[in-house]
């Protein structure tokens, strides 16, 4: 299979989650000392039985707590790629963001109040107005070209990071910020307990013992600029496929008929078979379905292909899941290794996966990082990397 044109390059990686505050913190932290979920601080009145993976960063008022983290993101993407803000003014400069539900949802306390016969402020109303991530990214740093929030569940930071890469190959932008960011909420706590697929215990993606998934939250943003850029390049987008399953609004297609159909578009979109692939980084939400239908498809189409799975160190981020893992794809890509999953401990036999148990070093620059989310969507992006 040919390899075909990169959609675009990366020049800037800027990542926050629970797992460090910066891309080098994340990778070395996955490496040495992958952190574990904690009882909620910011809802703690909700109990403690479900553990997440909290950033440390409190800001005032906490309603804005992921937009800080992609504005920490995104700024940081820029300093990796040697821009400040004032060099984008006149550029075609677009912004494309992920989240499953922004920080509008945690206005949910207004609504609380409101129920129960109190008055209430509507200045915050006007801020729930406000409340896109794209827009609010793009108004910051005074960008005008095109803008767009994706809200596609947990598919959402992978589609947008997608959708940036192909603005860019089409020549609609000189440069994108593209990525997912989210931030813990009550609603979403105590929505997927209800659903009874969060874990009581730390989470242990393809484990045979996994019980359900942690939540956790961040942000990761990409800069994204045409394959041709004489700036310093930390990885690309090569390829990008995104399918649904149509099967079911939370559970996956049994054969993971979507997933395949994502995988096998950003494969042939890059170029690239799938025994060229280093790695591959699982969506791994430690959920028995997810698992196993992921487990089903990652056996079919990436024999003897090393699986890393993060979301033990990092949680499930929902919207700025696939970003993040984007991000910690394209590290590990410029590292030359992967690290253990964090908590796997014992194969299931049901699985035709098993994830990584100890560092390997990598034995080519092309990985996978793939998204499955409730709706039944699917997201996959082929990325290459530069050593560092």
Known sequence: ?????????????????????????????????????????????????????ETEASPNPPSDHGLTLLMESAFQALAVAGLSPGELAGKRVGVCIGSSVGFAINYFPLYQAWKQGEQVPVEPLEAFRCSNYALALAKRLGLVGPCQLVANACASGTDAIGVGA????????DLVLAGGAESLSSVSYLGFIRLMIADTKPCRPFD???????????????????????????????GYGTAGDAYHPTAPHPHGRGLRCAFKTALRQAGVAPRGVA????????????DKVEGLVLGDMFPGVPVLATKGATGHALGAAGAIEAAITLGCLGRGTIPASPGFVEPDPALAVIPTTRSLALGSRIAVSDSLAFGGCNAALVLGGERS
């Open 1 to 53: 299979m040919p390899r075909q044109p990169a959609l675009a390059a990366v020049t800037g990686i800027g990542c926050v989650c629970a797992a460090g505050d910066c891309l080098e913190a994340v990778l070395d932290n996955l490496e040495a000392n992958p952190p574990v979920p904690a009882p909620p601080r910011r809802f703690a009145g909700l109990g403690e039985s479900h553990p997440v993976f």
């Open 279 to 290: 790695f591959v980084n699982a969506h791994g939400t430690a959920t028995q379905d997810n």
């Open 166 to 173: 192909t603005w860019i190959a089409s020549g609609l932008c």
């Open 208 to 238: 045979r013992a996994r019980n359900g998934l942690n939540l956790g939250e961040g942000a990761a943003v990409l800069v994204l600029e045409p394959a041709g850029t004489t700036r310093s390049v930390a990885g690309a987008v090569l």
